[in-house]
């Protein structure tokens, strides 16, 4: 499934001072299956663009995304976003039966003839009002009508997107910590999908890599076998000492662990 339409109403600085009118968007913005630019001038609106599909879509970033004031075009108190999505494969539209309705679009075949054809179509909208200088807050829905029915929580979790924010400093950026830009790219690759296209738990080779060489790692600090060379074994020299110093400063049943952390994807790229 892809985007490929997303219209908007009274968002930022696409809007009108008139009562919307959802046969007439204020920005319509197409967009086709693999990649798309998105090319302006500085304050074009492009950001706005990008932001309307976040606050419809959310992402898997750890960020409270939410509709501000100063999102309303001026002078109005209703704003608008609607996204259309095609493409389903038959696992895809299995998680939103509820939804999905037809549309008659045109594409072209093989010979580059015009074709007219009904494909399934979810249709999301977002419509929230501005009261006495107050949001209400609003869920998303979604259906070919104007109104929709609300998304069920597992429904939006599938819709969610990886958002990279702009990459001003790539050093600093792509470091490997929690919850790094890195880490969002690989946890949206298959080959870190925790569930496979039947839907149930998937071991991922991976992280079993990982959990073994934790365990190498944890036994080899364990080990009372005395390297060539040494006098003391690896326990004696190093663990057993750190321990002496934790169990003085903290309690005798403090004990140290040597690991290379959580197996979690997100926790260290």
Request: hydrophobic content about 35%; cysteine-free; proline content about 3%.
């Amino acid at each position: 499934m892809h985007l490929t339409e997303l219209r908007i109403w009274n968002f930022r600085k696409y809007g009108s001072i008139s009562e919307i009118d959802l046969a007439k968007p204020n920005l319509t913005v197409p967009f086709q299956q693999g990649l798309n630019v998105l090319i302006g001038e500085n304050d074009s609106g492009k950001t706005a663009i990008l932001d309307a599909i976040k606050i419809v879509l959310k992402t898997h970033a750890f960020e409270w995304i939410k509709v501000e004031e100063s999102d309303f075009y001026i002078g109005s108190s209703t704003l608008r976003i609607e996204l259309d999505f095609i493409g389903f494969s038959y696992l895809e539209g299995k998680n939103f039966t509820e939804w999905i309705g037809w549309r008659e679009v045109s594409t072209l075949d093989k010979k580059g003839n015009t074709i007219s054809q009904k494909v399934p179509v979810l249709k999301l909208i977002y419509q929230i009002e501005k009261r006495n200088n107050k949001i209400i807050p609003a869920d998303i829905k979604a259906g070919m009508d104007s109104i929709g029915n609300a998304l069920s929580a597992e429904a939006r979790e599938f819709l969610k997107v990886t958002y990279l924010k702009a990459l001003r400093d790539a050093d600093t950026d792509l470091n490997a910590k929690k919850n790094s830009r890195l880490s969002q790219i690989l946890q949206e690759h298959q080959l870190f999908k925790k569930k496979s296209a039947s839907g149930t738990e998937a071991s991922l080779p991976f992280i079993e890599q990982f959990k073994l060489l934790n365990k190498d790692i944890e036994t080899w600090f364990h080990g009372t076998e005395v390297p060539k060379g040494h006098v003391y074994s690896v326990r004696t020299q190093i663990k057993d000492r750190i321990d002496s110093f934790l169990k003085s400063f903290i309690n005798e049943s403090s004990e140290s662990k040597f690991s290379l952390g959580d197996p979690e994807i997100k926790e260290y790229s």
